[in-house]
């Protein structure tokens, strides 16, 4: 499980744990992840915390082969990072999308690579990729979220053809307003960008939700371990919106 110190990773590692995964969680920050293990651990579940920055490509090897040695076999790989800076196009500059392709788009493709021969040699296993709502409907300001996460959705609906045959499923869960630090933080951006409170921001996007609340990162968690179990055995290839309605398209 990546990118899982807090947020929706966590949630979804705590999911996974509960339902008998051992999971490897892993963020930039060895104390918030060590925190988050230990309440993996003190609910019961069996957990490795490895710190890696998973936009490098040595930390992911890493992470890897530390979860494979440890646990024996990888049979579910859910990709998630930390979301990219939010702004205008003209606000953003080659670095930025740099930065934010090798965050989004090819930390997934490096974790892909490593993960499909321990689920080929297991006979099968699971890919979850968590995206955005962005994939289904364009979010104001946040042009490297909509523009990569797409390549992250075309990615996995390639790699549900090719490897059906090995009985991996790949499939995404798009997520859409939910209540994580990532939320709070864009929504203070947005407010100091526009001189108006981050209250007002948060009440803007929940008036959009058709449902009338963000969503908590629990009910995503179980959207993932859902993908995770053997109830989704024939489900390959989709994306899973979790977001109370936002999207409006069919
Ligand atoms: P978050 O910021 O609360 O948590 C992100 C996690 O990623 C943290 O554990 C952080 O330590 C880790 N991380 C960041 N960069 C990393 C890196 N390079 N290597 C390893 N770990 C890294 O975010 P969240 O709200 O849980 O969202 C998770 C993803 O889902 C983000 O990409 C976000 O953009 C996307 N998303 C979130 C929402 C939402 O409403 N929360 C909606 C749509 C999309």
Redesign the pocket.
């Known amino acids: 499980m990546?990118?899982?110190?807090?947020?929706?990773?966590?949630?979804s590692a705590a999911a996974l744990a509960r339902d008998g995964f051992g999971v490897a969680i892993?963020?930039?920050?060895a104390e918030?992840?060590s925190a988050?293990a230990g309440e993996i651990a003190a609910a019961g579940g069996d957990v490795l915390p490895l710190a890696?920055?998973?936009?490098?490509r040595e930390?992911i090897d890493r992470v890897i082969a530390a979860t494979v040695e440890r646990f024996g076999a990888l049979d579910v790989l859910v990709t998630?990072?930390?979301?990219?800076p939010s702004g205008p196009f003209t606000s953003i500059d080659d670095a930025a999308w740099v930065e934010a392709i090798d965050?989004?788009l090819l930390?997934v493709v490096r974790l892909c690579r490593g993960a499909i021969p321990h689920m080929r040699a297991r006979g099968g296993g699971r890919i979850i990729h968590?995206?955005?709502?962005?994939v289904k409907q364009p979010?104001e300001g946040?042009v490297l979220?909509n523009a990569l996460?797409s390549a992250v959705t075309s990615l996995a609906k390639t790699l549900s053809i090719e490897l059906a045959p090995d009985n991996i499923l790949v499939n995404c869960v798009?997520?859409?307003?939910?209540?994580?630090?990532?939320?709070v933080?864009?929504a203070g951006q947005a407010a100091a960008r526009e001189g108006i409170t981050a209250g007002d921001v948060e009440q803007r996007m929940i008036a959009k939700i058709p449902m009338g609340r963000?969503?908590e990162?629990a009910e995503?968690g179980e959207v993932v371990a859902f993908l995770a179990s053997p109830a989704a055995s024939y489900v390959t290839g989709v994306t899973i919106p979790v977001d109370g309605g936002w999207t409006r398209g069919l």
């Open positions: 990546c990118a899982a110190s807090r947020g929706l990773g966590k949630a892993c963020a930039r920050g918030a992840l988050t890696a920055d998973l936009s490098r930390e998630n990072t930390g979301g990219p965050g989004l930390s968590v995206t955005s709502i962005s979010i946040l979220s996460r798009a997520p859409g307003y939910t209540r994580t630090d990532r939320v933080e864009l963000m969503g990162p995503f």
